[in-house]
């Protein structure tokens, strides 16, 4: 087991950046991949990036590809998700997940990430 706390979220105006991070429990020996998700009212969850802990691989999906950048240090077993040139669409709440095999069975609780003037 595995436990995710995230933490970074808040305010921004448009164009501003936040960096949100998630901290593990333990370390991510097991994990096959960490990713970020949000869900934005009234939206699916969406994945919107990923990194493998033992390659450190990304993806990305397209609406933030040159704008977030995921990281993560195993060292301080956090993950990272770099923010910028944030936009309004953006706001949602971001969850920190992590599998093991296909199935994302580690979640944090999420943090409020709100682009607004």
């Known amino acids: 087991q595995v436990q995710l706390v995230e933490s970074g979220g808040g305010l921004v105006q448009p164009g501003g950046s936040l960096r949100l991070s998630c901290a593990a429990s333990?370390?991510?020996?097991?994990?096959?991949?960490m990713g970020w998700y949000r869900q934005a009212p009234g939206k699916q969850r969406e994945l919107v990036a990923t990194?493998?802990?033992?390659?450190?691989?990304?993806t990305y999906v397209n609406s933030v590809k040159g704008r977030f950048t995921i990281s993560m240090d195993s060292a301080k077993k956090t993950v990272y998700l770099q923010m910028s040139s944030l936009r309004p669409e953006d706001t949602a709440v971001y969850f920190c997940a992590g599998r093991e095999t296909s199935v994302w069975n580690y979640w944090g609780q999420g943090t409020q990430v709100t682009v607004s003037s």
């Open positions: 990194i493998t802990p033992a390659g450190g691989s990304k």
């Open positions: 333990r370390s991510f020996f097991s994990i096959n991949v």
